[in-house]
């Protein structure tokens, strides 16, 4: 007897389950990138761009472009999941590691604190431990999946924290200001969780 | 698509807005903060998706009204608005 011809045979090829362990909880994977800006999109010429590190007693360095995409590259691949529930798996990043900013910083004289703020343009703040953006957890990104990092993705540089909900990995990077007190960001001042991991489901205040 | 094209604006955030001041507020007019311009809480530029309402001055961009609805309650940040005139309402 024929199958019910209503039943599509796509149905039964579905793609499986993401792997056991590989999802947070309460998250689904996409294989899309969805977009989520808190406000317009900047497209800042790369000639007056920079980056900059400064300490609490306004010591700093500064990278132009050209000065920043000189340093060492690294390529990772990471999961990345957003706190309004995707997640996406195995994303490509081009960038520069935040160690490798960091120690120039610290050879300039730039003062280490235990926290950072990291500053975007349009305004966009958000706030995390040293200790989260050191030992090669933190990058700066400006390449995604073998291209220049595209506006609406944060391009020209963007944070990467993929172990953190991404909004952690502001876009539009235009410098980290470390501090010697934490300082929460736009969406931590608003009720959003002040850490963030994924794994233990941190998207609001008051979660665990 | 780019972001710009999938832009809402204030009247989408209406439900929001009703739910703190129990008052439709798509019709006050909000004055800036940044630029010192009025305009009805309706024609404001509303990102943020689906991580909260982030109302934007149509003039300077200025983050004007801000919501974000967690399981302890709603956070609303109006630093941005410096006076808002909300209408009578109908009698």
């Given at each position: 007897?024929?199958?019910?011809?209503?039943?599509?045979?796509?149905?039964?090829?579905?793609?499986?389950?993401?792997?056991?362990?590989?999802?947070?909880?309460?998250?689904?994977?996409?294989?899309?990138?969805?977009?989520?800006?808190?406000?317009?999109?900047?497209?800042?010429?790369?000639?007056?761009?920079?980056?900059?590190?400064?300490?609490?007693?306004?010591?700093?360095?500064?990278?132009?472009?050209?000065?920043?995409?000189?340093?060492?590259?690294?390529?990772?691949?990471?999961?990345?999941?957003?706190?309004?529930?995707?997640?996406?798996?195995?994303?490509?990043?081009?960038?520069?590691?935040?160690?490798?900013?960091?120690?120039?910083?610290?050879?300039?004289?730039?003062?280490?604190?235990?926290?950072?703020?990291?500053?975007?343009?349009?305004?966009?703040?958000?706030?995390?431990?040293?200790?989260?953006?050191?030992?090669?957890?933190?990058?700066?990104?400006?390449?995604?999946?073998?291209?220049?990092?595209?506006?609406?993705?944060?391009?020209?540089?963007?944070?990467?924290?993929?172990?953190?909900?991404?909004?952690?990995?502001?876009?539009?990077i235009r410098g980290l200001r470390l501090l010697p007190d934490d300082q929460p960001g736009?969406?931590?001042?608003?009720?959003?969780?002040?850490?963030?991991?994924?794994?233990?489901?941190?998207?609001?205040?008051?979660?665990? | 698509?780019?972001?710009?094209?999938?832009?809402?604006?204030?009247?989408?955030?209406?439900?929001?807005?009703?739910?703190?001041?129990?008052?439709?507020?798509?019709?006050?007019?909000?004055?800036?903060?940044?630029?010192?311009?009025?305009?009805?809480?309706?024609?404001?530029?509303?990102?943020?998706?689906?991580?909260?309402?982030?109302?934007?001055?149509?003039?300077?961009?200025?983050?004007?009204?801000?919501?974000?609805?967690?399981?302890?309650?709603?956070?609303?940040?109006?630093?941005?608005?410096?006076?808002?005139l909300i209408p009578e309402r109908p009698t």
């Amino acid at each position: 007897m024929a199958g019910n011809p209503f039943i599509a045979r796509g149905f039964h090829s579905r793609r499986p389950a993401a792997p056991p362990g590989r999802l947070p909880p309460g998250q689904y994977e996409t294989r899309d990138f969805p977009v989520l800006s808190a406000g317009p999109t900047p497209r800042p010429p790369l000639a007056a761009w920079d980056f900059t590190i400064r300490d609490s007693e306004g010591h700093s360095v500064r990278w132009s472009w050209d000065d920043l995409r000189a340093l060492p590259r690294e390529t990772p691949t990471a999961d990345i999941h957003c706190v309004t529930k995707w997640s996406k798996f195995d994303t490509k990043w081009e960038g520069v590691s935040v160690d490798t900013l960091l120690a120039a910083a610290r050879s300039a004289g730039v003062a280490s604190n235990p926290f950072v703020l990291a500053v975007s343009d349009g305004g966009y703040t958000t706030n995390l431990p040293l200790a989260d953006v050191t030992d090669g957890k933190a990058w700066i990104a400006f390449g995604y999946g073998g291209e220049p990092l595209a506006p609406e993705h944060g391009g020209p540089a963007r944070l990467l924290v993929p172990h953190l909900y991404f909004w952690k990995s502001a876009k539009w990077i235009r410098g980290l200001r470390l501090l010697p007190d934490d300082q929460p960001g736009f969406w931590e001042q608003l009720g959003y969780h002040n850490y963030g991991d994924p794994w233990r489901e941190q998207r609001y205040q008051g979660d665990p | 698509m780019r972001v710009e094209e999938m832009r809402l604006d204030g009247n989408a955030a209406a439900g929001a807005l009703r739910e703190i001041f129990a008052h439709d507020m798509t019709t006050a007019l909000v004055t800036c903060a940044g630029c010192a311009r009025a305009s009805p809480m309706g024609v404001l530029m509303n990102y943020g998706g689906p991580m909260g309402v982030i109302l934007r001055c149509p003039h300077c961009d200025t983050v004007m009204l801000r919501i974000v609805s967690t399981p302890g309650g709603r956070y609303m940040d109006a630093s941005g608005s410096s006076v808002m005139l909300i209408p009578e309402r109908p009698t």
